[in-house]
């Protein structure tokens, strides 16, 4: 290297670690959790491992277990005396271990809560064989499972995650009214709202058990009554429910939709759903796409496929399992926009389609039928006891960044082997694999259906699994909302050899959410803004602003960190954003991120250029020290360093 060109590069170093160390963000920093294990099973499925108890429910707890929720049934593993109908899988070693949820949380709602405790509210009556009711509702034979729904105490279901196998499931604050088909969704101050729900249960609601309110947890006192619940019978169970950068809550019901300032109790209409009901029973998928600094953090949810269905139909007399599923996607900007917009369909109709966002931005639907519903009853219709046929198979991905009309594609993916109908779930793993599990439409255990209980759990592996896996350096344990910037070193294998690819780096933040009935409830994904510096030796350093100062953006509690180069995301690495208690969150501004320079490589060759994000690229050394120190300058000056530098 020529002299004249060590030391401006030494003085550029120099002037950038005073630069970077004024605006580091200070706290621990994660170790880079290195390689995913290589599979046989790339873009294809793999049975991993027994549920022990039917995943219904589903959500990441840390970064090696996973949690399932069942309802109350005879499935054969036992736990304090009777049927086990919750469990504890670990990643690592594949492993299952049997939980006590308690009361029966079958159908119930969960969130994770700004202190990372998961909630788990509402459920169903005690019940014996056969989903019957039980003699006493307090617990006993032969089950043991108190009422759920308040349950006989009348407390929620509170987890704490934990590595050791010491946690389990406890009950906590009372609840204010029955809920069964609840949805919950984490609040900008960590607490929880609790909206919708019936007393009772069954396919769909009706006036005589409706609960069309929302409360808290923890509580701010009786519950709220919504118009919208009132006003959506039969087909407002689990309503589709999401926070806004506003601070106002996305509610949509049947046909309809509305913003729900949740502090004043007022709900402002917008344009009906088009083509197809989304909610349960139609179930038809659901997704928040991703916030971005490209798109100013702007919330947008896309919906796809469901039942087109209208209110008087929703009865138990007709053929339900034959009725073809709706293959019409649609988004909505709720923010920007009162109304809908038709986006690429899929590839055929489906009901229960899960739509899990993965690191790399792209959403993966899997699981669900093309005929029928959610639900399962004793008709002369019915497959068993399902309300839906023909299971799909085969997943299909879509890229919001492709162009209109190819945005799904199935390139190169592979089937399952396993009808994942009702009660299936599905949630995203740390290293960029999706957990699938679950699917039971039947009233008790019964492993001889057509559509029998499913114990197996399988692993979806994404295109990206096997490719060599960013390995970043400095990524802190907590985030909070706005401040000072931190930095997070790549090398040059991070980078693919090629340090270029630092200009398109993303580091992203995601809740991966509690999935049950085609929902992944509190599941987003947040990009972060960052600027870079792209070293001689081809390695580099992202410079990652905190979340933006509004925690509505993305709501306080445990997610994953990804940092993706090339489209390859890291091994996600598991944080805590905001203050990790359940109160209003301190914000501050972000701090001004240094501008996005690349220094070449002692090889390149070639004219000065700019690149994406106004970065600044220096051109070869070719000069003398005086030439060299102009550049230098001229460096500095757009940078803003202190004169010091």
């Not at 100013?296 to 053929?319: H, L, R």
């Not at 799904?408 to 960029?432: E, F, K, Q, V």
Request: proline fraction near 9%.
């Amino acid at each position: 290297m020529p002299r004249a060109f060590a030391l401006v590069t030494s003085v550029v170093s120099l002037c950038f670690d005073l630069l970077i160390f004024s605006g580091r963000a200070s706290g621990v920093h994660l170790k880079p959790r290195g390689q995913s294990p290589q599979t046989d099973f790339l873009n294809n499925f793999e049975v991993v491992g027994n549920s022990y108890a039917s995943a219904q429910q589903v959500f990441l707890g840390t970064l090696d277990k996973v949690y399932i929720v069942d309802k109350t049934e005879n499935n054969p593993w036992q736990i304090n005396g009777h049927p086990a109908w919750a469990s504890e899988w670990s990643i690592s070693s594949r492993q299952t271990r049997v939980m006590d949820a308690i009361t029966n949380s079958f159908c119930a709602g969960g969130i994770v809560l700004g202190n990372g405790t998961w909630l788990n509210v509402g459920g169903n009556q005690a019940v014996t064989y056969g989903g019957a009711a039980a003699a006493s509702q307090a617990g006993g034979p032969p089950y043991d499972d108190p009422d759920g729904r308040q349950s006989a105490l009348n407390l929620a279901r509170l987890l704490n995650p934990c590595d050791d196998g010491s946690c389990d499931w406890i009950l906590g604050q009372p609840m204010t009214t029955p809920r069964w088909y609840p949805t919950l969704e984490t609040l900008e101050d960590g607490s929880a709202i609790i909206i919708g729900g019936c007393q009772s249960g069954g396919y769909v609601n009706d006036p005589s058990q409706d609960n069309p309110t929302y409360e808290f947890f923890p509580s701010r006192g009786q519950p709220i009554t919504s118009s919208i619940l009132q006003n959506t019978l039969p087909a407002n169970l689990y309503p589709l429910t999401w926070l806004l950068p506003s601070g106002k809550l996305f509610v949509q019901s049947n046909w309809n939709t509305v913003l729900l300032d949740y502090n004043q109790n007022l709900e402002t209409p917008l344009s009906d759903v088009p083509d197809a009901v989304r909610v349960y029973p139609a179930s038809g998928g659901s997704v928040m796409l991703p916030m971005t600094p490209a798109n100013n953090y702007t919330a947008s949810i896309m919906f796809c496929g469901g039942s087109n269905v209208t209110p008087d139909q929703w009865t138990e007399d007709w053929d339900i399992p034959h009725y073809p599923a709706s293959s019409s996607c649609v988004q909505i900007s709720p923010e920007v926009s009162s109304s809908y917009e038709e986006i690429d369909a899929l590839p055929e109709g489906r009901t229960m389609g899960n739509l899990i966002l993965l690191p790399d931005g792209r959403i993966l639907c899997l699981n669900g039928a093309k005929l029928g519903t959610a639900g399962y009853g004793n008709t002369t219709y019915t497959i068993g006891q399902s309300y839906a046929d023909k299971p799909i198979l085969s997943p299909v991905i879509y890229d919001p960044s492709a162009p209109a009309g190819s945005r799904w594609s199935r390139d190169g993916l592979n089937p399952s082997n396993i009808d994942r109908m009702y009660h299936s779930s599905a949630t995203l793993l740390p290293d960029g694999s999706v957990l699938v599990a679950g699917s039971n439409p039947n009233s008790d255990v019964n492993t001889s259906a057509t559509y029998p209980t499913e114990y197996r759990i399988e692993i979806f592996y994404p295109s990206y699994y096997n490719q060599r896996r960013p390995e970043p350096q400095g990524l802190p344990n907590r985030l909070t909302y706005g401040g000072p910037f931190f930095n997070v070193s790549l090398t040059a294998a991070d980078l693919f050899g090629n340090v270029d690819n630092i200009q398109t780096a993303k580091v992203v933040l995601l809740r991966t959410g509690f999935s049950t009935h085609t929902m992944n409830m509190g599941m987003r994904a947040v990009e972060l803004d960052c600027s870079f510096l792209g070293n001689p030796d081809g390695s580099g350093v992202l410079h990652v602003s905190q979340p933006p100062p509004n925690p509505a953006i993305m709501p306080p509690g445990p997610a994953l960190v990804f940092v993706v180069i090339n489209g390859v995301p890291s091994v996600g690495v598991q944080v805590m954003v905001g203050s990790g208690s359940i109160e209003q969150q301190p914000t501050t501004p972000n701090e001004p991120l240094p501008q996005s320079v690349i220094t070449p490589q002692q090889q390149s060759q070639g004219p000065s250029k700019k690149g994406p994000g106004a970065s600044v690229v220096l051109g070869q050394a070719n000069g003398n020290l005086v030439h060299w120190l102009k550049i230098a300058g001229a460096l500095m000056a757009v940078l803003v360093i202190p004169s010091f530098c």
